[in-house]
């Protein structure tokens, strides 16, 4: 069980429910760690705008950003982030067999030199930041441009924060439909 408590729709003020509609349209659910990030509600919001940016702007494809998220997850052996995000990415094209042997990824013919590089950032960059070297920057560079470099990075970077915190907190991977709540309608207001 998570060590914080996950706060409700119920719970939180209409601004952060708008939020928590917003999540529930998209995914199916509120994921619990928005519910339990919900706790400081300027952190909340900020991180789902930041979240939006890293994950749905640029020009890096999605299908990339969730390979390289599911293998920061899987080094840093994080259930509740794998859970959530592996569904992702075989819903954007990752077979099962991809992802459950990802780790052997240099060897493998179906991921491209262009995704390898990815992934071996993703790989550095969470084990160890200061150990990408020179000539690993300069592969990046044969691949992306500047700005797909920092597209990368914040992906990685935002999933080694988001696992560190679902670790530490022993967060449970979230459930479908698990944080929904209708918005009460006029008659339930009305008898309260």
Known sequence: MSRISRLDR?????????LYDKAFAQRGNVPNMFRVMAHRPEIFATMQAHFGAVLNTGTVS?????????????VNVTPYC?????????????????????AEWPSRDDITPAEKAALRLAE???RDAHAVT??????????YSEGEIVELLCAIGLFNYFNRFNNALKMEPTKPGEGGC???????????
């Open 10 to 18: 119920s719970e939180v003020t209409p601004q952060m429910a708008a």
């Open 62 to 74: 999605t299908r990339l950003k969730e390979l390289i998220i599911v293998r920061t997850s899987q």
């Open 82 to 102: 794998l859970a959530s995000h592996t569904i992702l990415a075989k819903g954007l094209g990752w077979t099962d067999e991809q992802l459950a042997h990802l």
């Open 124 to 126: 550095t960059v969470t």
């Open 134 to 143: 020179d000539e690993q920057f300069a592969e990046l560079r044969g691949f």
């Open 182 to 192: 209708e918005a009460p309608t006029a008659q339930t207001a009305a008898n309260n």
